[in-house]
């Protein structure tokens, strides 16, 4: 695999955990903790449009 190929493979693996994540905070967990999960997938997908610009970027 290439680096953007590694990339883009840390980004599924990420959006794969943070799914995860989001589903047992939305099973088990309480208004605030759905809350904070969901500020962490914005502020991942915000940094990871950024970081995807400079990869393409860099081409």
């Known amino acids: 695999m290439n680096g953007k190929e590694n990339l ?3 980004i ?4 794969g ?6 589903e047992a ?3 088990y ?3 605030e903790q759905i809350e904070a999960i969901l500020r ?10 950024l ?3 400079e990869a393409l970027s860099l081409e």
């Open 25 to 27: 905070a939305n099973a």
């Open 29 to 31: 967990g309480t208004p």
């Open 12 to 15: 599924a693996q990420m959006e």
């Open 17 to 22: 955990a943070l799914a995860a994540a989001l």
């Open 8 to 10: 883009i493979d840390a």
């Open 51 to 53: 970081l995807l610009d």
């Open 40 to 49: 962490l997938i914005i502020k991942k997908e915000i940094i990871l449009e």
